[in-house]
């Protein structure tokens, strides 16, 4: 047990000027690298709402993660969430979740995914036909229309694409204000109905919602199993035959349509990014799609084959992790290491951090995607890498996640080359996700002069 009530940390006024108090995000990749840097494993300093702790420690954010359990709760920034996404898996706490974690689980079973692997190879083959070659394309926006039209096919069923289109924008429009949205007085904006950011908000949630409604609906006049994720949450029943309430199907079909969309298409694009910058590892990509599937499109059942794809993807979301910080709030008395957290403590880890302690990683700022089959990587403790987080609110979409960013990596990359127009680094946009900080520009080449199908 350790003398002292708090480890050592930096000073309350740095803290308020670097977090999220202001509404601005971009600094706290920064900052909280710097108090891993200065202070350690475990830090802790005090806000004017409680005592922070951050942690850079992969046994502590694997005890934080697994062991905490309904102890520890999500932090501030995912239940301002709430505001949009409702009641669903990201943003519930106990009892709720639980319950919704069963019900929506089937949806993610293994059959499930390889039956969604077969949407994901459409949609990439639909995108690297469009792109014609020996032009300029944004590889950002490009990846956030083929990761929606997946989320929103796997989700909705085909032919939607109208409505992918509207949801995007209503998407984009109503998480706009999000970073401002964690300023210290924002909350009290949500209450004053003419305040501009209220209502753009307001607007782009009805807008969100007459569309999911809208599908709700269909569906729910025609009760086939489309073999979709909204069949399951239509058709799920809890242990006393209820089935679930339309609000509550409306949040869990517009998190999973949110929580799966963009983060992986921020996976796609930083892993380009990558591969635009490292010739070697992109040589090794192609050998690989060569060898593995030739002169045609991947098939679900190439995905367990593709182990340097797989790689690629593994080392891109290590060093531009798309869920880069992930925070707890403590409401139950909770010992983490030595330490006792009281409840209403805030305890912070961030991916972008621990995935480069130089204690744990070789050549930790390296694009190597090799330490992922060479052995490094099986030396590593549990929670030195966690990009889907862990424990009881690990991502319930990782398999999906896997499955689609490198089946979608594969089906491109296997067509054309995309090669960066500006090596500059491209700088980092911390939102919900890592997002890029400027248009990702680059050049399609075509690959292979015969294509087959
Ligand atoms: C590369 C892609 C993805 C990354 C990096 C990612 C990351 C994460 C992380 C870190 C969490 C935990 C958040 C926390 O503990 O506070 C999470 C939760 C979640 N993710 Fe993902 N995710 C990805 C893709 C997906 C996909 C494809 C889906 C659905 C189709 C999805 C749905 C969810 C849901 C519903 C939760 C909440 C789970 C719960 O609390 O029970 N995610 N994700």
Redesign the pocket.
Known sequence: MNAARFPAGPPALTAIRNLAASGDLSRMPGFLASVARDYGPIASWRMPRGRFWFVDEPALIDQL?TAGGYDVI?GRG?RRMRRLLGH???TSDEPL?LKQ?RLVQPAFHRERIAAYATTMIEAARAAAEALSGDEDVAVDALMNRVALRI?AATLFSADIDDAADAIGSAVTRAMAGFPASLSTFAELFDYIPWHPATRRFKHAKADLDAVIYRLIEERRRDERDRGDLLSILLSTRDEDGNPMPPELVRDEAL??LL???E??AN?LVWTWDALARNPDVEALLHAELDAVLGDRDPVPADYPRLNYTRDVVAES?RLR???WI??RRIVRPFQLGDWALAPGSVVLTSQIVTHRNPRFWIEPEAFRPERWSNGESAALPRGAY????GG???????S??WT??VLVLATIARRVRLRALDLSPVPLEPLVTLRPGRPVMMRVEPRRSKVTV
């Open positions: 993660l999500k995912l669903g898996l990201l979740h974690r989320a998190t999973l929580a799966g969309h983060t992986t996976a979301m992790p798309p869920a992930l925070g966690f990009p889907f987080g009881n609110r690990i991502c319930i979409g990782e999906f996640a689609e960013a």
